[in-house]
């Protein structure tokens, strides 16, 4: 067995970077600035979702560091529904894609829910990506949410 012993690491080519399988390149967080954000507790209000897809209560945007990475993606919020009538659902967009959501309550009290998800996408360094919290219910009977927020790791491969 080998024992490594470095002070400096230096990247090959400068604005690659130095990227470490399975190590976080990048960490980004989200909430939104007033009403439902993580802090607010005084003063909150919360998102009504009855029968509806609400997108992009908070988001994070960033410009991608490694082409083979890949993301991981949690989402959360403190919800509440007046009934169990219907599915409610969470998760999240990118740039503007397909809805990526998981079925996240099934009762009728205030919970907190922080689903995890992994996204492969492919892309190049320096690509712009946006992801947004998406939150839905399939029925109309008195969904909410408060204390939004997602967080986005970028994850070397």
Same mark, same amino acid.
């Given at each position: 067995m080998s024992i490594?012993?470095?002070d400096t690491i230096n990247e090959k080519t400068t604005g690659n970077g130095v990227h470490i399988p399975g190590h976080i390149i990048q960490v980004h967080y989200g909430t939104p600035t007033s009403g439902q954000n993580m802090t607010d507790v005084s003063g909150q209000s919360s998102v009504n979702i009855n029968n509806a897809t609400v997108r992009g209560t908070t988001?994070?945007?960033? *410009?991608?560091?490694?082409?083979? *990475?890949?993301?991981l993606v949690q989402v959360g919020a403190t919800?509440?529904?007046?009934s169990t009538a219907g599915e409610m659902r969470m998760g999240y967009r990118l740039n503007s894609g397909s809805?990526?959501?998981?079925?996240?309550?099934?009762?009728? *009290?205030?919970?907190?829910v922080d689903p995890l998800f992994k996204d492969t996408t492919t892309g190049s360094v320096g690509d712009t990506v946006a992801f947004e919290t998406v939150i839905a219910n399939t029925a109309a009977t008195g969904n909410y949410a408060r204390h939004v927020m997602i967080c986005v790791w970028e994850i070397a491969q």
């Open positions: 490594l012993k470095v988001s994070v945007s960033f *410009s991608r560091q490694d082409a083979n *990475s890949f993301f919800v509440g529904r007046a809805d990526q959501v998981a079925y996240i309550a099934d009762n009728e *009290s205030w919970q907190r």
